[in-house]
């Protein structure tokens, strides 16, 4: 916590006087584009790395619970065909 503050202090100290105004609406611009560039690389790790190995080391559970939906999904139209006749 110390050298947190000491390295505050110099900071502060040895600081320069700003060369241009940075207005609320350019520092919420940045701040946005920095927060969707990030977000961005960040989606695309997990979607490039992450899904395919959980994928792969899990149990495949999901893939028979998608199998399962459809199924019901092809009953309930069969269903509704009964119906209309």
Known sequence: MKSILFLSLIFI???SNAQAYVGPGLGVGVIGAIVGVVGAILMAIIGVFWYPLKR???KGDDDESLEDEDD???DSDSDSEKNRT
């Open 56 to 58: 792969l080391f899990g």
């Open 13 to 15: 100290l040895f600081s």
């Open 72 to 74: 019901s999904d092809s």
